[in-house]
């Protein structure tokens, strides 16, 4: 076990050592830059220069990069271009509670009511439930969240008036609904398929007929027998919908104004602000790697085979 | 003398129950998919209207009319006009060029870049096999949303970009899937004794893997334009994509932005669009899931 650990770790340290140079001579490489954004006021080449030596952007590429990668193994990426009052790292952690609050709420929503509709439906194989469920997880799924945030705010919002149409006025239940909604809905239906296909996997083995056969009722086999062999693929695949969707959504937090780290996100790319961009870039891709590296081995802990493949091959 | 009466039977049975083929097989349980058959039709139609867009179009999409702005669906109108006064249909029209644009070539590029990249990292192992693994694995780290955006942020924001920067994932998921194949195939007897019969080693490739793939490939292709789409009209909707003043679902929808709350044609049709698109190109892909047979977990 510690092994398998120890080589997942490694094979994640070297992909998001390899994504920081990819992303960050990428962003240095390709010309125009922040000091190329003020059009209307013509800067001279001095001014260009010194901006360029105050970020050390004067110095070669591998100079910078090993620079970058030293102060961003302590988490710190350096100070934004376009707001110098706080450190990237400061900020990330300033906007991430509102990212965090919508998308952890949006997940928890999409995980739960996505389980019940494929149980439901797996319970109800080939009924008109089933297929009713299976339409419905087909179609939510092909909608947009930025799509369905118009529809709710339109119906919602602009027709009956029951919460604010834009504007972001802080955290409660009035301003978080309809965001929440918004983003949960379309993941739903993946939720609802994957589960009905695992419950389905779970209810043919064998050792379901042989419960049903010893007298067991419907709810204990479901219960004892269907869920806890289904529940092992779905912990695997739910679990990181939870890091992913907490990390924000640029199209929901664009639409209904969230201060969040997607708005952010959307705002420094089109500034141009280097040091944000990598810094948010690289702490999505830690996250969502640390996710998988967890997931990973929550799977080997569950399920002994993993490891037994991996010493395998 | 027995044998001479039975040879004509013997010989016109396999007449009657000839194997059809592969293809023809897959035509015929494809076409009992009503939803697969509905994104067919659609996907027929939105190429239709694609093409001949300038003839369909009752408008130019950028002609500005400022005394007719945000109206509703009218005879002259029949889905209204924007804030400039342009004809929403024939906005919704032209848009669906870049959406096919960028569905169809950033698959067809991920194809190109991804199946001869597969087969060499499935067919030679060691080192390349290691360094493409190491590849695929990169750009498999971060959700394709946040890769496309920060590079069509550091290339500026153009439709060639936005089908550039999808093409750096796009290949993921067919040269994923080769590799697996070629990896399972190189081990089969029949391989061996090809090779041993001296067959070059890119005829044991073209004749012998890739017709395996084909089916597999065929339903990546189009489980791919979907996302593709999403990403174009995610995109285009924050105005990282398609430029002004060509229209696009997604930038029609972002550029609505303040009026549409109480013009809802504004955001209707756009919205019914992107969505029938996704629905048809997910219901093909899985129609033809179901009938390749193919098993999608290689």
Same mark, same amino acid.
């Given at each position: ?8 770790? =490694?094979?994640?340290?070297?992909? +998001? ?33 010194? !901006? ?21 193994? /302590? ?32 997940? /928890? ?22 297929? $009713? ?8 799924? #092909? ?19 029951? !919460? ?30 994957? /589960? ?15 419960? @049903? ?17 289904? +529940? ?9 919908? !939870? ?55 929550? @799977? ?14 | ?54 003839? $369909? ?11 007719? =702005? ?35 070539? #950033? ?61 750096? #994932? ?30 070059? /080693? ?59 709350? @109480? ?23 899985? =129609? ?11």
């Amino acid at each position: 076990m510690i092994s398998y650990t120890l080589r997942r770790f =490694g094979g994640i340290f070297m992909v +998001l050592l390899l994504l920081s140079m990819f992303t960050f001579i990428l962003s240095r490489t390709v010309p125009g830059g922040p000091w190329m954004q003020g059009v209307e006021i013509p800067q001279s080449p001095e001014q260009i220069e010194a !901006f360029k030596a105050k970020y050390g952007l004067d110095k070669p590429l591998w100079q910078q990069y090993l620079v970058w990668l030293r102060n961003a193994l /302590t988490l710190d990426f350096g100070i934004p271009f376009t707001a110098p009052e706080l450190t990237v790292t400061q900020l990330i952690f300033k906007q991430l509670p509102y990212s965090a609050l919508v998308g952890g709420l949006a997940a /928890t929503l999409a995980v739960l009511l996505g389980i019940a509709l494929g149980m439901i439906a797996a319970a109800k194989q080939n009924t008109w439930i089933d297929n $009713l469920i299976t339409i419905y997880a087909v179609g939510i799924s #092909t909608i947009p969240s930025f799509v369905m945030a118009f529809v709710l705010v339109y119906f919602f919002a602009a027709k009956l008036r029951w !919460f604010p149409a834009g504007g972001w006025s802080g955290a409660n239940l009035k301003t978080l609904t309809l965001p929440v909604v918004a983003y949960a809905l379309p993941s739903t239906g993946g939720v609802a398929r994957w /589960t009905r296909q695992c419950v389905v996997e779970a209810m043919s083995a064998d050792y379901v007929r042989t419960a @049903y056969a010893k007298g067991l009722r419907q709810a204990g086999v479901m219960s004892r027998h269907v869920l806890r062999n289904a +529940l092992i693929p779905m912990i695997t695949n739910f679990l990181p919908m !939870f890091p992913g969707m907490m990390t924000g959504s640029i199209f929901i937090e664009r639409t209904f104004g969230i201060p969040g780290l997607g708005q952010y996100f959307v705002m420094s790319s089109t500034n141009r602000d280097y040091p944000l961009v990598l810094g948010i870039t690289m702490f999505w891709a830690i996250l969502i790697a640390l996710t998988y590296f967890l997931t990973d081995i929550l @799977y080997g802990i569950i399920d002994p085979r993993v490891r037994l493949v991996e010493k395998a091959s | 003398m027995t044998s001479t009466t039975v040879a004509p039977a013997v010989a016109g049975a396999p007449a009657e129950v000839r194997y059809a083929g592969f293809w023809v097989g897959a035509w015929r349980r494809f076409r009992r998919n009503r939803l697969a058959m509905f994104g067919l039709v659609f996907v027929v139609f939105i190429l239709f209207v694609a093409i001949f867009a300038p003839f $369909l179009a009752p408008y130019p999409y950028d002609k500005i009319d400022p005394t007719h =702005g945000l109206e509703g669906p009218s005879r002259e109108h029949l889905m209204g006009t924007d804030q400039l006064g342009r004809d929403v249909l024939s906005r919704v029209i032209y848009a669906s060029r870049p959406m096919l644009l960028v569905g169809i070539l #950033t698959q067809l590029a991920g194809l190109l870049i991804g199946v001869p990249l597969g087969i060499i990292s499935g067919y030679a192992g060691g080192i390349l096999d290691w360094f493409i693994t190491r590849l695929i694995d990169l750009f498999s780290a971060l959700p394709w949303y946040l890769l496309v955006l920060y590079l069509v942020m550091v290339l500026k924001p153009s439709l060639q970009n936005l089908i550039l920067a999808m093409t750096i #994932t796009s290949w993921l998921g067919s040269c994923r899937l080769v590799r697996g194949l070629t990896f399972s195939v190189r081990e089969q007897d029949y391989i061996e004794a090809a090779r041993a019969l001296g067959i070059p /080693t890119w005829r044991l490739l073209t004749n012998h893997v890739l017709p395996q793939a084909a089916p597999l490939l065929l339903w990546g292709f189009a489980a791919g334009i979907p996302t593709a789409v999403f990403a174009e009209a995610g995109l285009s909707f924050l105005g990282m994509g398609v430029r002004p003043p060509q229209p696009s679902w997604g930038q029609m929808l972002g550029e609505a932005g303040m009026f549409w709350m @109480y013009k809802p044609h504004m955001f209707i049709f756009p919205s019914l669009m992107i969505t029938l698109s996704v629905l048809a190109f997910q219901g093909l892909a899985d =129609g033809l899931r179901e009938a390749t047979n193919v098993n999608v977990n290689v």
